[in-house]
């Protein structure tokens, strides 16, 4: 059994609903990749802040002994973070000893190369990498002054929130481009629809042409300038079957 094909009106309209849906679908990924952007250098600002933060208060004359008389102050003070990484080791000078792990929910930095002492760390100077979980991380490592020593700063952390936040604000997109597409699918067939008014009238009027009538024309100002040549051809065709009769 031969399927019948789909009027013109449904395929124009599913045609734009397609290019509706396709074109807001590239402007969502557009503005996710923007917004994913923006996420990741503000949380790259962030850690960098914290790393000049610890500088400045390793580099305090009392912090060698606060680090140990009260290396729990200390680690209350500096983390504020849960989802933070935070150790200090000492130089290869002094043993290379781990002297304060903060807040280390099971995250392990890689091993770039540390910054230089007085170096100042930029947005390319961090590492991004993903756990085995999927969880976006970011982290890097610096030299640092303790009172008169050097120790070395490694510092990460894990944004979760931002995975859950981009999850949804996919979910977003992706309802947007369905609606989109739907109700450019519903304005379509309207204007589609008022569009082939003057077709319905063509036909009415042809309709109404018989043998006893072949005196009547299509009435052209109703056609649309693209179907003039058609209405003038059936009007030429009308006047050789009148003449005939």
């Given at each position: 059994?031969?399927?019948?094909?789909?009027?013109?009106?449904?395929?124009?309209?599913l045609s734009g609903a397609l290019v509706a849906a396709a074109a807001s679908g590239l402007l969502g990924t557009y503005l996710y990749r923007s917004f994913e952007q923006q996420l990741q250098q503000r949380d790259d600002v962030q850690l960098l802040g914290k790393l000049r933060q610890l500088r400045q208060l390793l580099g305090h004359s009392g912090t060698p002994a606060l680090l140990r008389s009260q290396a729990d102050y200390l680690r209350?003070?500096?983390?504020?973070?849960?989802?933070?990484?935070?150790?200090?080791?000492?130089?290869?000078?002094?043993?290379?000893?781990?002297?304060?792990?903060?807040?280390?929910?099971?995250?392990?930095?890689?091993?770039?190369?540390?910054?230089?002492?007085?170096?100042?760390?930029?947005?390319?100077?961090?590492?991004?990498?993903?756990?085995?979980?999927?969880?976006?991380?970011?982290?890097?490592?610096?030299?640092?002054?303790?009172?008169?020593?050097?120790?070395?700063?490694?510092?990460?952390?894990?944004?979760?929130?931002?995975?859950?936040?981009?999850?949804?604000?996919?979910?977003?997109?992706?309802?947007?481009?369905?609606?989109?597409?739907?109700?450019?699918?519903?304005?379509?067939?309207?204007?589609?629809?008022?569009?082939?008014?003057?077709?319905?009238?063509?036909?009415?009027?042809?309709?109404?042409?018989?043998?006893?009538?072949?005196?009547?024309?299509?009435?052209?100002?109703?056609?649309?300038?693209?179907?003039?040549?058609?209405?003038?051809?059936?009007?030429?065709?009308?006047?050789?079957?009148?003449?005939?009769?």
């Open positions: 059994m031969t399927r019948a094909p789909l009027s013109l009106s449904w395929r124009l309209g209350d003070t500096m983390s504020g973070e849960s989802n933070a990484l935070i150790e200090i080791y000492a130089a290869p000078a002094q043993g290379s000893g781990l002297l304060l792990s903060i807040n280390a929910p099971g995250l392990v930095l890689p091993q770039p190369q540390p910054l230089a002492l007085g170096q100042a760390a930029w947005p390319q100077d961090l590492l991004h990498w993903q756990t085995p979980a999927g969880i976006p991380a970011a982290g890097l490592s610096a030299w640092a002054r303790l009172g008169a020593d050097e120790v070395e700063i490694r510092l990460a952390r894990l944004y979760p929130e931002r995975s859950a936040l981009l999850a949804s604000y996919r979910l977003r997109i992706a309802v947007a481009s369905l609606g989109a597409g739907g109700l450019a699918a519903a304005l379509m067939l309207a204007l589609i629809w008022r569009g082939l008014a003057p077709l319905r009238r063509l036909r009415a009027q042809a309709e109404a042409i018989g043998p006893q009538s072949l005196a009547a024309r299509l009435h052209a100002p109703d056609a649309p300038p693209e179907l003039r040549p058609l209405v003038d051809g059936v009007n030429a065709m009308l006047a050789r079957l009148e003449q005939g009769y």
